[in-house]
């Protein structure tokens, strides 16, 4: 049997655990992007019903143009919130056998190949990162549009209803 001094083992259980741990974390954001999408899409549905409801009562409002505009920009915050949910190049846990093979190849040993893996899914997890980043930045400009056709919308008619 062959004698592993005590730091390679330590440092061989540290980069399992780092492993490990990166995995974790990929799945994790994957929850989070799953779940982040369920709610883009309510947000979305939302404004399509805010828009419609507008464009078809907008007979009833005293500015009608105003009042199509802003069914537009909750329209255009919609389309704003689904396209956060567009499908996205995500990283998710585990490796591909071709992963490997360079490690067998190179005949790294067991503690280098694992402690790569677990470098490799850091990139992976920054690219997520970014890519959430990406979806929540349209979400947050759906939730600009959508606020500013509302405060269009409100005070066009508190100006209506002062000038009467």
Not at 106 to 126: H, L, P, T, V
């Amino acid at each position: 049997m062959k004698f592993i001094p005590y730091n390679y083992s330590r440092e061989l259980d540290i980069a399992k655990e780092a492993l490990r741990q990166t995995e974790i974390r990929l799945e994790d954001m994957n929850g989070i992007a799953s779940s982040a999408d369920r709610r883009a899409m309510a947000l979305a549905s939302f404004y399509a019903a805010l828009a419609t409801f507008l464009a078809t009562f907008a007979a009833n409002f005293a500015i009608i143009w105003v009042v199509y505009a802003c069914s537009v920009g909750f329209a255009v915050s919609a389309a704003l919130a689904i396209k956060s949910c567009m499908p996205r190049n995500f990283h998710v846990r585990g490796h591909y056998w071709h992963e490997w093979v360079g490690h067998i190849s190179d005949c790294e040993s067991y503690f280098d190949a694992i402690k790569s893996q677990a470098k490799e899914n850091d990139d992976r997890i920054d690219k997520n990162d970014a890519t959430l980043k990406s979806s929540g930045e349209n979400v947050i400009l759906s939730y600009k549009c959508a606020g500013l056709s509302f405060l269009v919308l409100i005070i066009s008619q508190i100006l209506v209803a002062t000038s009467n």
